[in-house]
T-cell receptor, first 116, second 117 residues
C-alpha cells in the first residue's frame, strides 16, 4: 500500500536536545512538506521541498532544520533553538505540477512531540 | 497576504441531516485552489474535496460538496446525510495554482463537527 510513514508516533525531548522526526513516502511524489499543529489550531508550514537536494523555509522555520537527500525521505530536526517544540507534527507529500491545477497533499499520521 | 477564515469553532448536527461548514478566503492571486480536509481525533488529515478558482461547476465527492461563491470569496463545505463517523475537525485550505504553484497550503483554524445520534 502506498502512503506516508511518520515515526515515532510519540517523542519526548529534553532541554537542549535536538530530535529528528522521520518521514518516508512511497507514493513517488516530488514534493514533501512539514507542518506544525498546536492544540485546537490549524496547520502552519515549517519547511517544504519540491525536489531532491532543495528545500525552502515556510512560515515558522526558526528552530527547525530539514534535509532532502532522497526523494522518499524528508526528516525534520527540532533543534534546541526551538523553545516551544511541544506540538503535533505532520508530514505531507504531493505531485508537483509547474503549471495548472494543484494536487491534494497526502498526510502521514503525525508525531506528537513533548518536552520532558 | 493569503488568508483562510473559518468562523465556526464548533458545530453540532443531527445524524442524517445536512450541515454547512463555512470558509472565506483572501488572495490576490488570479488562480488558486481550495481544499477541505477532515482530521479525526486520531490526528491524520484526510483529503475530502478540491475546487479550482476557474472551475465552472461546484465540486462534489460523494456526500461532500463545495458551495463555491467566487465573488464573495467563500468556499463552504456541505456534508449531506451526516453520519456518526463524520465527527471530526474540518479544515479549509488554499494554495495558488498556475505558474506560482509551489504546492504550499494555507490552512484555516478549523471547525469541530459533532454528529448527534
Amino acid at each position: 500500500d502506498g502512503g506516508i510513514t511518520q515515526s515515532p508516533k510519540y517523542l519526548f525531548r529534553k532541554e537542549g536536545q535536538n530530535v529528528t522526526l522521520s518521514c518516508e513516502q512511497n507514493l513517488n511524489h516530488d514534493a514533501m512538506y512539514w507542518y506544525r499543529q498546536d492544540p485546537g489550531q490549524g496547520l502552519r508550514l515549517i519547511y517544504y521541498s519540491q525536489i531532491v537536494n532543495d528545500f525552502q523555509k515556510g512560515d515558522i522555520a526558526e528552530g527547525y532544520s530539514v534535509s532532502r537527500e532522497k526523494k522518499e525521505s524528508f526528516p525534520l530536526t527540532v533543534t534546541s533553538a526551538q523553545k516551544n517544540p511541544t506540538a503535533f507534527y505532520l508530514c505531507a507529500s504531493s505531485i508537483v505540477l509547474f503549471s495548472g491545477h494543484n494536487q491534494p497533499q497526502h498526510f502521514g499520521d503525525g508525531t506528537r512531540l513533548s518536552i520532558l | 497576504a493569503q488568508k483562510i477564515t473559518q468562523t465556526q469553532p464548533g458545530m453540532f448536527v443531527q445524524e442524517k441531516e445536512a450541515v454547512t461548514l463555512d470558509c472565506t478566503y483572501d488572495t490576490s492571486d488570479p488562480s488558486y485552489g481550495l481544499f477541505w480536509y477532515k482530521q479525526p481525533s486520531s490526528g491524520e488529515m484526510i483529503f475530502l474535496i478540491y475546487q479550482g478558482s476557474y472551475d465552472q461547476q461546484n465540486a462534489t465527492e460523494g456526500r461532500y460538496s463545495l458551495n463555491f461563491q467566487k465573488a464573495r470569496k467563500s468556499a463552504n463545505l456541505v456534508i449531506s446525510a451526516s453520519q456518526l463517523g463524520d465527527s471530526a475537525m474540518y479544515f479549509c485550505a488554499m494554495s495558488p495554482d498556475g505558474s506560482s504553484n509551489t504546492g504550499k497550503l494555507i490552512f484555516g483554524q478549523g471547525t469541530t463537527l459533532q454528529v448527534k445520534p
